[in-house]
């Protein structure tokens, strides 16, 4: 497998669950620290400014703006500021509105779109690509982390045999296990995965945080927490700043009723949506913390107030827990999760889906909500010790 694709895998896999900021807030204290920019002396902003210089006098050099859009696709995943997306766009410009720009605009062209859900979309792309470059590896593979997000588990595992004949077995491996992991084949995936790791040598850093991440979620949907907690761990010394390993490890806590613990690992990235929400989350778990609390709520609230004038729907599934969790409104949170369970269908998005339907159902609504999420689970054979106890209450 060549470099930029063993590089580039944990990324463009990651890139669908990337937190969006929203508009601007203005903040209660003029003192208060709203954004920290990249310094301009940075070898890598550097390098950015002056790659922009020669895109932007030679816009048509499609090897130079793809160089800089993966650049800014790599920016915006390790400083989890999605504006480098659209800087990544910007760079594509030329090429953005073809119906069939050329496989290498097309490719990073549906990293963007999964990126901001625009599922569909990415799916053309890809399949757009994968028409002229069979054995694009790449392309294979997030097809399969598409598919996967929307429940669509045979075609995905078809992508992933793909992958198979192009790729290397620990990315191989794990293409399958993040199917597999949902479909009723958890246990046995779960230990191949974290053996083919083991035996893997010289595994590049991000795929080793990917790797662990997954294996981590697998623990923790068995109900095993010290191994859950020893892999977010040790994906977190790889990469203490990925946003998405930061908030299921978040999330990991507030199930375990450790909320100090997520208010410390959150503290300093509330400028990302979903790490707001679970410091907010945290802070409703301790005592004395109103005034905190109540802050975080009034920025919550007009962060997704502005992502629903833009008409954003990337948010719907923190605003669901928001609005159920930290506003106690049962039926807009159905409502936003309904909304969400149309577009993506991972753990995440059936286990808001349950509660919000339950909490709905016991103040008298939301009776037939539970129907398509529970047969849904049935028919998929979903293993998640949180779902089951849902599951219990629904049958109740």
Known sequence: MNLFLRAAIPLLLALSALPARATPYIPADGAQVVETLPRRGDPVQRELRQLRARLDATPNDMALATDLAKRYIDSARADTDPRYLGYAQAALAPWWNQAAPPPAVRLLRATIL????????????????????????????????????????????????????????????????????????????ERLLDLTLRRSGGVDAGLQVWV?????????????????????????????????????YADFLLDQKRPFEVVALTRDERRIDALLLRHALALQMLPGRQGELAQDRRELGARFDAAMQRGDTVHQREQARYELFLNHDAARALDLAQKNWGVQREAADVRIYLEAALAARAGGAGKTALEPVVAWIRANKVEDVATARLMQQAGS
């Not at 790449?138 to 992958?163: I, P």
């Not at 040790?234 to 946003?243: F, G, M």
């Open 212 to 248: 662990l991440t997954l294996l981590a979620e697998m623990a923790t949907r068995r109900g095993d927490a010290p191994l859950a907690e020893q892999r977010y761990r040790r994906a977190l010394a790889i990469s203490p700043h990925d946003s998405y390993l930061q908030g299921a």
């Open 114 to 189: 999964q990126s901001n859900h625009h599922f569909n979309a990415a799916l053309a792309d890809l399949d757009g690509v994968l028409a002229v470059q069979p054995k694009n590896a790449q392309a294979w593979l997030t097809r399969a982390t598409v598919l996967t997000v929307q429940g669509e588990y045979a075609k995905a595992t078809a992508s992933c045999a793909q992958v198979s004949n192009l790729a290397d077995e620990l990315v191989t491996i794990t293409c399958i296990s993040n199917v597999a992991t949902v479909t009723g084949r958890s246990a046995g995936s």
